[in-house]
């Protein structure tokens, strides 16, 4: 079946029928509210860890329903009726509790340091709201040591752990030996760690309320940096001209930085203001006032990057002041940053633009492209001559019929014949087909496109323009 971490082409061929989505935090977060506002009307005090993944206090609701079962199956029931669908996981400690989740399992009292036990030491790194972004390299450097399950990672000390992985080696040995995440030393926020936005004229539209956000993250991270804290639980409020009040506490497992503040607070506004559902409606009247609080936060130093790892703002900044020097010695366009662009080719859907300078697309990528190579794009961009040959040894072309003029049985690379092992096309594009002069770079006439995989297992995708084959890219 398909898995986490498998290629879309590996993906799409075990489930011909799979869709495969864009990655859109705003969109996400924006159906995620119903999802939210559903489980609120069972269970107070839900907090959002991503879009897609909330936790919350389970012994009240125990208690209420009778038990933890009877409680996750009203929870199940809840979501279903938002129009989700949904796995509960119940344990001691939330990131026990979230592996839980995934295997719908009820972990029982005192057992989180068995039940992860048996994981693989890859799952540590899996869930991006438990983890920060050097994860996945301490996890493969544990698996090259040998350490293959969670278990074997929680046996050995946590003064070894310290003096070898580091802070992030340290919470995730905590997570695996099922501990408090967090040690003791966690302080109450003051009082006056929050920002105030009054809104005038009032917002009630996303765009204006995502704007206001970020400078109302600005204002509160300010205030952090003045008290010596970052923020790891962050309450979003709001309120209505008609007093509606809306309110959502968003927990990270990392400090949040000035723009993922940002980011969790246009993502919150954005739920809230396109919400279309019973359950959820769209509040009556624009928003007349904001509030950020830090709920919880952690003392300064937890900010600290270990020597070894993690890319902080400074680093950023000096990468980029490095680059804007590099401009300086060889010009504006020695530096250029990609931007997607609409197009039929993988080429033709990339604008390169000078560091700098405004990041437009050649082309609307939004609009209609008839024609279009789906998904997935070559891993490396080419433009080599080649030329594909029959069982005769004659060359392959396209006919006016957007078919091959013989099958292929071999690809001419670099001045080499290379026997094909499988082939698919031609796809004709049927761009300036009257026009045989060149345009836009990529010739005029006749052009279609084709993808091969040679006997080396080596995977291309050829280009035919001209009444000639051209590598256009290389599949990894």
Known sequence: GVRRGLRRREAAARCPQLHVGTADGDRDARFFEAVIAAVDDLVPRAEVLRPGLLVLPVRGAARYFGSEADAAERLIDAVAAAGAECQVGIADRLSTAVFAARAGRVVPPGGDAKFLSVLSIRQLATEPSLCGPGREELTDLLWRLGIRTVGQFAALSATDVASRFGADGVTAHRMARGEPERGPSGREPP???????????????????????????????????????????????AVTANGEELHRVWRCAEPLTEDATADRVRWQLDGWLSSRTARNPRPTAAVTVLR????????????????????????????????????GLLGPEAVRVPVLSGGRGPAERITLTPLGDELLPRADPGLPWPGRLPEPSPAVLLDDPVEMLDAQGNPVRVTNRGLFSADPVALMVHGRDERLDWWAGPWPVDERWWDDRPAGGQGGGRTARAQVLLESERAFLLCYRQRRWYLEGSYE
Do not use: K, N
């Open 292 to 327: 950020l609080q830090a709920v919880e936060v952690v003392s300064a130093g937890a900010l600290q990057l270990p020597l070894w790892g993690g890319l902080g703002e400074e680093d950023r900044l000096r990468a980029r002041r490095a680059l804007v020097r590099v401009q």
């Open 191 to 237: 009082e006056e760690l929050e920002a105030v936005l009054d809104c005038d004229p009032p917002i009630d539209r996303v765009d204006a309320a995502a704007f206001a956000g970020r400078s109302l993250a600005g204002a509160l991270h300010r205030t952090l940096m003045a008290a010596g804290v970052g923020c790891t639980r962050l309450a979003i409020h």
